[in-house]
């Protein structure tokens, strides 16, 4: 079945660690971003990626890297730089269809806590 | 970016009852999508729908690109469709801004 696997689904990490979570889609899709969720909030943008080797910068940023080295593969690290990085991470993926949509697809999430 | 307002924030619903949704957004979009997020986390599409109406089923969307909002309608509600719903319009072709969403609880 195609879809996007993160993983890992549960993390627990000490104050000072980096950390990467991992997004492999199989889709073929060209698009493909990360996205911040605190409780009881709605999605934050934090990287996208519109082809292999190129991605931007999205409204929360500061904290996160990313590479986009395989069309199918977009990690995240979360680095110690980030402040407060306990929140739950989603990966999605696009492609515009024929119709030129351009429908988000999503993982099914990565959980980060901070001890 | 696209400053996103959902309403009612909570919703409860006896099982069968209607309702609807609203998004209320800032800016032109080319593009606007309805998710459902699932007790677990999950977020299914449920309708991309830049402009006009469609159906699938109980629910069915409506976008009125001109006056900036889009409305979700949910019919004969089932516990099933119990979780936060979210709109997400786009400007571009890559740039997603979601609401705080609604959260709805569909008792038995």
């Known amino acids: 079945d195609g879809g996007i696997t993160q993983s890992p689904k549960y993390l627990f990490r000490k104050e000072g660690q980096n950390v990467t979570l991992s997004c492999e889609q199989n889709l073929n899709h060209d698009a493909m971003y990360w996205y911040r969720q605190d409780p009881g909030q709605g999605l934050r943008l934090i990287y996208y990626?519109?082809?292999?080797?190129?991605?931007q910068k999205g409204d929360i940023a500061e904290g996160y890297s990313v590479s986009r080295e395989k069309k199918e593969s977009f990690p995240l690290t979360v680095t110690s730089a980030q402040k407060n990085p306990t929140a739950f991470y989603l990966c999605a993926s696009s492609s515009q269809g024929r119709t030129g949509a351009n429908v988000l697809t999503f993982g099914a999430g990565s959980r980060l806590t901070v001890l | 970016g696209i400053q996103v307002e959902q309403s009612p924030p909570d919703l409860i619903l006896q099982e069968g009852a209607n309702s609807t949704l609203r998004c209320n957004f800032s800016?032109?979009?080319?593009?606007l999508q309805w998710f459902h997020q699932n007790p677990w986390g999950q977020l299914i599409n449920l309708f991309y729908i830049p402009s006009g109406t469609k159906q699938n089923g109980r629910l069915s969307a409506t976008t009125v690109a001109t006056e900036r909002y889009s409305l979700l309608y949910i019919s004969s509600s089932q516990t099933t469709d119990s979780g936060v719903y979210f709109c997400a319009p786009g400007a571009n072709f890559n740039k997603f801004y979601f609401g705080s969403g609604t959260k709805l609880n569909v008792k038995p």
């Open positions: 990626s519109q082809i292999v080797n190129d991605f």
């Open positions: 800016d032109s979009v080319n593009n």
